[in-house]
């Protein structure tokens, strides 16, 4: 290597220094998806905010049912979604592949699983009130049916969107540690 002041080093014009400063790919996609999963983070803890409310308005009894229905039965197994949302936070800051693949599986099982159920659940209610228009059960004003479908939508996407970029994110991890391997 040269000095400022010396003579540049034999066989290079200066203009090699190019490849040094970029980034490899896989750690550009990985903070990039990093961020997408910290964002659907967030917007599955205000989702489940939600519902732990309606659950905690209702057994409580601190409202009437007439303002805030009673909840569903597939609510109270999606309160466990939580425990995935928290595994996802503890593997993003330090690259933990077995927190990321524990977060996946258990979203599955603790998010999908009960959302699936919900739809079939509420889904003669939903018929009826589709068919007759008439609603029983409420959540400030509007038919308790079609809030918590509109709920699932949004949560079903969420975590469908978690999931896949857990996945593209794994294999950004993955492709890093087998170039570590290589060399």
Same mark, same amino acid.
């Given at each position: 290597?040269?000095?400022?002041?010396?003579?540049?080093?034999?066989?290079?014009?200066?203009?090699?220094?190019? *490849? /040094? @400063?970029?980034?490899?790919? *896989?750690?550009?996609?990985?903070?990039?998806?990093?961020? @997408?999963? /910290?964002? %659907?983070?967030?917007?599955?803890?205000?989702?489940?905010?939600?519902?732990?409310?309606?659950?905690?308005?209702?057994?409580?009894?601190?409202?009437? *049912?007439?303002?805030?229905?009673?909840?569903?039965?597939? @609510?109270?197994?999606?309160?466990? &979604? %939580?425990?995935?949302?928290?595994?996802?936070?503890?593997? !993003?800051?330090?690259?933990? !592949? &077995?927190?990321?693949?524990?977060?996946?599986?258990?979203?599955?099982?603790?998010?999908?699983?009960?959302?699936?159920?919900?739809?079939?659940?509420?889904?003669?209610?939903?018929?009826?009130?589709?068919?007759?228009? =008439?609603?029983?059960?409420?959540?400030?004003?509007?038919?308790?049916?079609?809030?918590?479908?509109?709920?699932?939508?949004?949560?079903?996407?969420? *975590?469908?969107?978690?999931?896949?970029?857990? +996945? =593209?994110?794994?294999?950004?991890?993955?492709?890093?540690?087998?170039? =570590?391997? +290589?060399?």
């Amino acid at each position: 290597m040269a000095s400022r002041a010396g003579p540049r080093a034999a066989g290079t014009d200066g203009s090699d220094f190019q *490849h /040094r @400063e970029r980034v490899a790919s *896989h750690y550009q996609m990985s903070v990039a998806l990093k961020s @997408e999963i /910290r964002k %659907l983070n967030v917007v599955h803890v205000i989702i489940w905010l939600l519902v732990m409310a309606q659950v905690t308005v209702s057994q409580l009894n601190l409202v009437s *049912h007439d303002v805030v229905a009673s909840p569903y039965q597939w @609510e109270y197994p999606y309160l466990l &979604s %939580l425990f995935p949302t928290i595994f996802s936070f503890m593997a !993003i800051p330090r690259n933990n !592949i &077995s927190y990321l693949v524990i977060s996946m599986i258990s979203s599955g099982l603790f998010c999908i699983a009960p959302l699936i159920y919900g739809g079939m659940e509420m889904f003669p209610v939903a018929q009826q009130l589709y068919r007759h228009g =008439k609603a029983y059960r409420f959540i400030f004003g509007f038919s308790a049916v079609t809030v918590m479908y509109l709920v699932m939508v949004i949560s079903v996407q969420v *975590h469908a969107w978690q999931i896949y970029y857990s +996945k =593209k994110l794994l294999d950004a991890w993955f492709t890093s540690t087998q170039d =570590k391997k +290589k060399k």
